[in-house]
């Protein structure tokens, strides 16, 4: 797979450039930031400053974007003090603690000091991972996810090390890959999946889901495929200490032979690279050597979505795509992977069949639905998913009783923020109706909670209303149709 590069530094080793010819219109939010450069880094002085590091991170893209063939030798020198003190800067403030019991106000207090001695300890060799703190929260089909929270050095190092290495997969990384990248968004993917299905010949759409992804992760698959492009064994040293750093649940420190960690900053990028070599950069292939008709690809993280224009398309690359997965050590979800009728014709085509409507389909929170205008033409509809809506609600039930005896004001506020909130990402055309539905059930929750805390004094639902009017504000469209914000944002 890898040889050494005639003209280059024999450090350099080359490889098989990633093949990204062929954007198709679901893909065609795929610019690529980035200028010319050199992939064999100077070393830089370790008291870097407010202007040197982003200079040289730019550096790093420019070569990454010009040299595909070649791995970076020298990227451990980036993780100076001023790279360390942004990395816990961009933390979240109120982020749980880890195993170290560390929360970042108590850091905060003494951060200087504090960095400079991991910075020393980084650069030494004498840094150790800790293992992770094990939580569970709930996902809304009643299951529970489990997270791995990190000590807070750990995270530190970690946000780094990812900011970093960001700039060499960023431009690797191909056009329809959304999830956790600079720059993109899930209602980029959204807009690029609806658009897709609208202006391209499809027929067909693959659900697919891979079962327990994030703790499914071949450490030893993980690490080859970071060797293609980074030739540093430090960060290499880095990453493999995280890995196998395990998790502390229940008292008991179990070591981690597989998965990245769901939860820790820098599992995100991780996954992606798992991602990119697995399944992007095969399917891209797929596309353009064994697809008969037309194909759109969207994935954001583990969340796939694959469009044919013909089902014989979709049949065989799902068959294909599971073969691929199990060569490294992922599965299908036989539950939750779907190949099913949806397009302009998806109803004609089951009609002909004898079948009802067609079926629906769910993405990043929204269930899709084939519909229609006004007109009769085709459109696509995107309702919330109610599971989601349900869990959201019951969310806020509980928060409500823990503040039923404060003021309504104080009461009044919250919500309002809650509300804004879920408009915010939930305001998408075609969901109006749902997002009424949440404000009304939102309402009679608060009128509940209201009801509880007094016996005495009957709360009719005319003068809720009206409480509800003073805080709450009514659901407005926030986002333009998909094509229209497509179309600025990548006006080719």
Same mark, same amino acid.
């Given at each position: 797979?890898?040889?050494?590069?005639?003209?280059?530094?024999?450090?350099?080793?080359?490889?098989? @450039?990633?093949?990204?010819?062929?954007? !198709?219109?679901?893909?065609?939010?795929?610019?690529?930031?980035?200028?010319?450069?050199?992939?064999?880094?100077?070393?830089?002085? %370790?008291?870097?400053?407010?202007? &040197?590091? @982003?200079?040289?991170?730019? %550096?790093?893209?420019?070569?990454?974007?010009?040299?595909?063939?070649? %791995?970076?030798?020298?990227? =451990?020198?980036?993780?100076?003090?001023?790279?360390?003190?942004?990395?816990?800067?961009? $933390?979240?403030?109120?982020?749980?603690?880890?195993v170290d019991g560390m929360t970042w106000r108590t850091y905060e207090a003494d951060a200087d000091?504090?960095?400079?001695?991991?910075?020393?300890?980084?650069?030494?060799?004498? /840094?150790?991972?800790?293992?992770?703190?094990?939580?569970?929260?709930?996902?809304?089909?009643? +299951?529970?996810?489990?997270?791995?929270?990190?000590?807070?050095?750990?995270?530190?190092?970690?946000?780094? #090390?990812?900011?970093?290495?960001?700039?060499?997969?960023?431009?690797?990384?191909?056009?329809?890959?959304?999830?956790?990248?600079?720059?993109?968004?899930?209602?980029?993917?959204?807009?690029?999946?609806?658009?897709?299905?609208?202006?391209?010949?499809?027929?067909?759409?693959?659900?697919?889901?891979?079962?327990? =992804?994030?703790?499914?992760? &071949?450490?030893?698959?993980?690490?080859?495929?970071?060797?293609?492009?980074?030739?540093?064994?430090?960060?290499? +040293?880095?990453?493999?200490?995280?890995?196998?750093?395990?998790?502390?649940?229940d008292g008991v420190i179990k070591a981690a032979e597989r998965g990245t960690g769901q939860g820790?900053?820098?599992?995100?990028?991780?996954?992606?690279?798992?991602?990119?070599?697995?399944?992007?950069?095969?399917?891209?292939?797929?596309?353009?050597?064994?697809?008969?008709?037309?194909?759109?690809?969207?994935?954001?993280?583990?969340?796939?979505?694959?469009?044919?224009?013909?089902?014989?398309?979709?049949?065989?690359?799902?068959?294909?795509?599971?073969?691929?997965?199990?060569?490294?050590?992922?599965?299908?979800?036989?539950d939750k992977t779907r190949l099913i009728a949806f397009g302009r014709f998806a109803a004609q085509?089951?009609?002909?069949?004898?079948?009802?409507?067609?079926? #629906?389909?769910?993405?990043?929170?929204? #269930?899709?639905?084939?519909?229609? #205008?006004?007109?009769?033409? =085709?459109?696509?509809?995107?309702?919330? %998913?109610?599971?989601?809506?349900?869990?959201?609600?019951?969310?806020?039930?509980?928060? $409500?009783?823990?503040?039923?005896?404060? @003021?309504?004001?104080?009461?009044?506020?919250?919500?309002?923020?809650?509300?804004?909130?879920? /408009?915010? /990402?939930?305001?998408?055309?075609?969901?109006? +109706? &749902?997002?009424?539905?949440?404000?009304? *059930?939102?309402?009679?929750?608060?009128?509940? &909670?209201?009801?509880?805390?007094? *016996?005495?004094?009957?709360?009719?639902?005319?003068?809720?209303?009206?409480?509800?009017?003073?805080?709450?504000?009514? !659901?407005?469209?926030?986002?333009?149709?998909?094509?229209?914000?497509?179309?600025?944002?990548?006006?080719?």
């Amino acid at each position: 797979m890898m040889h050494d590069h005639e003209e280059s530094d024999p450090a350099i080793v080359a490889m098989n @450039p990633a093949n990204k010819t062929g954007v !198709p219109v679901a893909e065609q939010g795929e610019r690529r930031a980035g200028t010319e450069g050199n992939a064999v880094q100077q070393p830089m002085h %370790r008291a870097q400053n407010r202007e &040197s590091m @982003p200079h040289a991170l730019e %550096r790093i893209r420019k070569a990454a974007r010009h040299r595909k063939k070649e %791995r970076f030798t020298s990227l =451990f020198h980036h993780l100076g003090t001023e790279a360390l003190r942004e990395a816990f800067f961009a $933390l979240k403030r109120e982020a749980a603690s880890g195993v170290d019991g560390m929360t970042w106000r108590t850091y905060e207090a003494d951060a200087d000091r504090l960095i400079c001695d991991l910075h020393q300890k980084v650069q030494s060799g004498k /840094y150790r991972a800790k293992p992770s703190r094990r939580v569970y929260i709930p996902k809304p089909d009643g +299951r529970q996810r489990p997270l791995a929270v990190a000590a807070l050095e750990d995270k530190i190092v970690q946000r780094a #090390t990812a900011t970093v290495l960001n700039q060499i997969y960023e431009e690797d990384f191909l056009g329809f890959s959304y999830g956790f990248r600079q720059g993109r968004s899930q209602h980029d993917a959204l807009d690029a999946l609806y658009v897709g299905i609208d202006r391209r010949k499809v027929g067909f759409i693959l659900d697919a889901d891979i079962a327990g =992804f994030f703790d499914a992760v &071949s450490q030893d698959w993980l690490l080859r495929f970071l060797e293609h492009r980074v030739g540093d064994k430090r960060i290499i +040293r880095l990453i493999q200490k995280w890995l196998k750093a395990g998790v502390l649940e229940d008292g008991v420190i179990k070591a981690a032979e597989r998965g990245t960690g769901q939860g820790a900053v820098i599992s995100p990028l991780l996954a992606n690279i798992y991602l990119h070599y697995v399944f992007d950069l095969w399917t891209e292939r797929w596309r353009r050597r064994e697809a008969i008709g037309d194909m759109i690809i969207v994935r954001y993280a583990d969340d796939i979505v694959v469009g044919f224009q013909y089902e014989a398309d979709g049949r065989r690359f799902l068959n294909m795509m599971r073969q691929r997965l199990e060569e490294f050590a992922l599965q299908l979800n036989p539950d939750k992977t779907r190949l099913i009728a949806f397009g302009r014709f998806a109803a004609q085509w089951r009609k002909q069949r004898g079948f009802a409507k067609p079926e #629906t389909f769910d993405f990043l929170g929204f #269930t899709h639905i084939c519909g229609r #205008t006004r007109l009769g033409r =085709f459109q696509i509809l995107r309702k919330s %998913r109610r599971t989601r809506r349900i869990a959201k609600l019951k969310e806020i039930k509980e928060e $409500l009783r823990r503040r039923m005896h404060q @003021p309504i004001p104080q009461q009044g506020k919250w919500l309002r923020q809650v509300l804004q909130g879920y /408009y915010a /990402y939930h305001a998408v055309p075609t969901n109006m +109706r &749902s997002l009424r539905i949440f404000r009304h *059930q939102l309402i009679r929750l608060w009128m509940n &909670s209201l009801y509880r805390r007094s *016996q005495r004094h009957r709360l009719h639902w005319e003068r809720m209303k009206e409480i509800a009017d003073d805080w709450l504000p009514n !659901p407005k469209i926030l986002h333009p149709w998909p094509r229209e914000r497509f179309s600025v944002k990548y006006p080719r």
